[in-house]
């Protein structure tokens, strides 16, 4: 006769036996710190901070004082608001969980800071009251570049604290510069002549300290360029004639091709041209003419506005996400957005205090959520902002002296905190976080 024997399994083995998991058998350890979402740091919008614990069925207790939470501080149960206009706010945080150690405290500070100003940062000195006609700016915001018609080509390092004229004494000054455009880290410019009607293409790769000449001869010689536009890393540019033709350079300027030298967008009155991160996607507006696109770095052109309230606008500026989906473009009563690369477009100032006024630029961030645009086409004007993709309007400058300026040219940097506007006769000024 056999014996039965059973074997004793302990309790680990035994859930594991069982399928169960190990965790759910024996609450033992220690429990998880919590984590938060989004991470602490400086904010220019109001913020609702989430905390989670990868401990499953802990609690979580958190203090806004600065002490050590503990099982008897605040149970969290909802997302904890930290709002402007200034704003600093530590959040501290355990987690605890029955039978088992709860966990060291964790903490994130958040800074938030929603006033923002115009501060004129050339109230005097060379810089002063000049005939500005473009700003460009750096991802980050830190490097500027500006120009002035019939003058010279001036670049910032300092977040516009401080200006360095890059074309004074050479060949390079005096002339009348249209526009500029910059890479994302600010060191290559491009820059365009035209303004007298017999210009070239220049660009510079040393944040401006030099220049060369990209259209010396040929068909590009002695044009009126009147707008441009750069990729991230300024590889693959973009200038158009203000009668004439869109031409494209994937050589960081060396060589150039004509990309409407036959078809609809031929001989057009180019005002304005915008480009993706990459180069692919182009975006250009005529005046008394259309919206058009492209979506293979220039070689194809689609009209985007070929039916009216579009057709025929007095289109003035057009800006482009970087990726090239989002796109804004201003005529001179309204301003249009575009969320699908420029297939459809909404009139977003339709109606409203922001209707019908004499757009003339425009510019956008790097995702498109905010806009910035003037409405200096018929004098002296405003800049209005957006923080919605286009939906709402709201004048950024309706007192104070930045109130009703002849504005120019307009940048921003990628996440929209920092704003660059020239005005056409007088200063540059800044957008940003009053410290």
Known sequence: MRRLRLAILSLPFAALALGCPLASAVDSGTVDAPTFSPAGGSFT????????????????????DGSTPSASSTL???????????NTKTIRAIAAKAGMTSS???????LVNTTFAWTDVTPSGQAHSQSWTGIASSADGSHLAGEVDGGDIWTSSDY?????????????????????????????????????????????????????????????????????????????????MNVGDIWTSTDFGASWTDRTSTGPANNQYWNSIASSADGSHLAAVSVYGDVWTSSDFGATWTDRSTTSPMQGQLWRSIASSADGSRLAAVNMVDIWISGDYGATWTDQTASGPAHSLSWYGIASNADGSRLAAFDSGSGPGDIWGSADYGATWTDGTPTGAAHNLVWDSIASNADGSRLVAVDGAGDIWIWAQLP
Request: charged content about 10%.
């Open 45 to 64: 919008s109001d913020q609702s901070v989430s905390l989670s614990d990868a401990t499953i069925g802990a609690a979580i207790y958190y203090t806004l």
């Open 76 to 86: 969290y149960a909802g997302p904890i608001a930290v709002k402007g206009p200034s």
């Open 104 to 110: 060291s405290p964790a903490s994130a500070t958040y």
């Open 160 to 240: 516009g604290a401080s200006w360095t004229n890059r074309t004074t004494g050479t060949a390079f000054s005096g002339l009348n510069w249209t526009s500029i455009a910059s890479s994302a880290d600010g060191s290559h410019l491009f820059a365009s002549v035209g303004a007298d009607g017999a210009g070239d293409l220049y660009t510079s790769p040393d944040y401006g300290a030099t220049w060369t000449d990209r259209t010396p001869s040929g068909a590009t010689h002695n044009q009126k360029w009147w707008g441009i536009a750069s990729s991230s890393d300024a590889s693959h540019l973009s200038a158009i």
